[in-house]
């Protein structure tokens, strides 16, 4: 019986039927004691009546039997006269000779009024029959007892139409109860139901739940409880899914790996830029021990951070144990940090110094060196003393053009240079240039050729600084090339702007060495470069400063073929067309 309305009415008909059940047999039982009690009253006033009427004046049984004529007997009631030593009827008549044997009978004779009301006997027709006795000694001496009995037929008739009668008003009452047990129940499963309803509404998440009540008792005080209960749950898991997608958002969009496992070691969080730093597919898959692995962290975690390289990347990670409310460990998180341009930036520093130093220390030394050499005497010697002062004096201009370029580097990365910009003719500027170098390409019978756009070629640019690229640029190639060789430039157009290209027939340069040729004091040939004069950082400056004017620069070279450098300048715009 899983209905709790069911339940209701059972218990409401068992109740009304226990009760039913329990009045029924009491009120029976009653009535029936009350009916013997008065039959037994009504044997005793017909045993009182036989006593003084005709025991009473006479003593033999012919007396009694004459006596017994004249005797009005009530509907329904015996009575006879029994001799106490035989226990043989001495009258009526119809009844001489007879004998009884009856519990009221015996204690009549021990002087006790005797009552059975359950005596099963015969009649005179020697019928069984059910009846109540009673006997009692004579006035006139202890030899005759006097016996009456009635016929129990009619108080158990009565007695089976009240049990008839109990039983139609239980059954009624049954019906009444289930009926009135339906509609109780009713009023108190029906508001239970609807809290049942609107429970499993919000198990499945709908909180937007407005309970019906129809009572103002403790059911209804508990449906308008949990209609409020539901409001607030429901502001809360709103502002919960809130902060969840604003955190998810942030995790997303961090530059930072996030991963967090729980006490389990089970994965219950990791934002897209852990999975490409570690590109192992689905984490969800990968042991917690394995990823920790990877990230240089042992089993029992003894060092909270660890710096891993993992192909060309630098990752840095660090760990830190997460807590319950109870304080207790709840898990890890590890944040991933992807270390790679400040791993590089740091070993470029360190180059950086150490290239400084090595080209600072070279002109030092030489310095040094003939000064001591001056010092020791050589200064007497005029031609020698002049010999090495033009050595001092050309590696002081080294190191004088190594701080100048230097300097520059630093006022262009702090963004310090200010630009002068003015609308320059780029046909103009590199023809100037040209002409600035041509005289060195001649010496070394280099054929230098400038092809022209054909047409308007207007930048808006500093001056200075462009030309100081050009001049960069042209002379490397002047430089770097055999004697004989081809030096072209071209400038032609591209749309929204104008490319300048550098060509020569050079040396060329490897291919590892192409990505880090505008690295500073990167040389591909160190020796020939540093013999031919040059910082190292002439392409490092000519890059930052087409960057700070928004140009680009790139190279295209092959080994043994030459080298072409490609200048990628943004045209003027007038009117808001280019020129």
Not at 91 to 97: N, Q, R, V
Not at 183 to 206: D, H, Q, V
Not at 413 to 429: R, S, T
Not at 532 to 543: E, N, S, V
Request: glycine share 6%; charged share 25%.
């Amino acid at each position: 019986m899983k209905s709790i309305k069911l339940k209701l009415v059972f218990v409401y008909i068992a109740l009304v039927f226990i009760v039913m059940l329990v009045s029924g047999t009491f009120i029976l039982m009653q009535v029936r004691s009350n009916e013997i009690k008065k039959a037994e009253t009504q044997l005793k006033d017909y045993a009182d009546k036989i006593n003084g009427e005709i025991v009473s004046g006479n003593n033999t049984a012919i007396q009694f039997q004459d006596a017994f004529i004249n005797l009005i007997l009530p509907p329904g009631i015996q009575g006879c006269i029994l001799d106490a030593r035989n226990l043989q009827t001495l009258a009526p008549k119809e009844y001489l000779g007879m004998q009884f044997y009856d519990s009221a009978i015996t204690s009549a004779l021990r002087g006790q009024p005797g009552f059975n009301p359950n005596k099963t006997d015969f009649d005179s027709n020697n019928s069984s029959k059910q009846w109540l006795t009673y006997a009692v000694l004579a006035d006139s001496g202890p030899q005759f007892v006097i016996y009456t009995r009635m016929d129990a037929a009619s108080i158990n008739e009565n007695q089976a139409q009240m049990i008839a009668t109990i039983i139609f008003m239980v059954i009624l009452a049954l019906v009444l109860a289930g009926a009135l047990g339906f509609l109780l129940s009713s009023t108190l499963t029906r508001p239970i139901i609807e809290l049942t309803r609107a429970a499993k509404a919000m198990e499945g998440g709908n909180l937007n739940q407005n309970i019906k009540v129809y009572s103002h008792d403790e059911i209804g005080q508990l449906s308008q409880t949990i209609t409020d209960m539901a409001k607030e749950i429901n502001k809360y898991i709103i502002k919960v899914d809130s902060e969840k997608n604003k955190m998810e958002t942030v995790l997303h969009y961090m530059t930072d790996g996030v991963l967090a496992y729980d006490a389990g070691d089970v994965l219950i969080q990791a934002n897209s830029a852990s999975e490409e730093m570690l590109n192992l597919g689905d984490l969800s898959r990968i042991p917690a021990q394995e990823v920790m692995r990877r990230l240089g962290f042992d089993k029992e975690l003894t060092k909270r951070e660890s710096t891993v390289a993992t192909g060309d990347r630098f990752i840095l990670s660090t760990a830190a144990d997460y807590l319950d409310i109870n304080g207790d460990r709840a898990g890890v998180v590890v944040v991933i940090q992807d270390v790679t341009n400040m791993t590089k930036l740091d070993n470029m520093r360190k180059e950086f110094v150490a290239n400084v130093s090595h080209e600072l220390r070279t002109p030092l030394t030489t310095v040094q060196t003939y000064t001591e050499t001056l010092l020791e005497g050589a200064v007497n010697d005029k031609n020698v003393a002049v010999d090495f002062l033009r050595v001092i004096d050309a590696e002081t201009q080294r190191m004088t053009f190594l701080v100048h370029d230097l300097l520059e580097l630093s006022k262009l990365d702090n963004k310090q240079v200010k630009l002068d910009m003015e609308i320059l003719d780029l046909n103009g500027m590199i023809g100037t240039c040209v002409k600035q170098n041509i005289i060195l390409a001649e010496k070394k019978r280099q054929i230098m050729t400038f092809t022209p756009f054909d047409g308007d070629c207007f930048i808006e640019a500093d001056a200075g600084r462009i030309n100081q690229v050009l001049t960069n640029i042209i002379s490397n190639a002047v430089k770097y090339s055999p004697e004989g060789a081809s030096i072209d430039i071209t400038v032609e157009d591209a749309e929204q702007y104008f490319r300048v290209f550098v060509k020569d027939n050079g040396m060329g340069i490897p291919p590892e060495d192409q990505p880090r040729i505008f690295e500073r004091f990167y040389r591909v040939d160190k020796g020939r470069s540093r013999a031919m004069g040059g910082t190292g950082l002439g392409l490092a400056i000519a890059k930052e400063i087409m960057e700070a004017h928004g140009f680009r620069i790139t190279l295209h070279s092959e080994l043994g073929k030459g080298t072409t450098m490609i200048l990628r300048f943004d045209k003027l715009e007038l009117d808001g067309e280019a020129v």
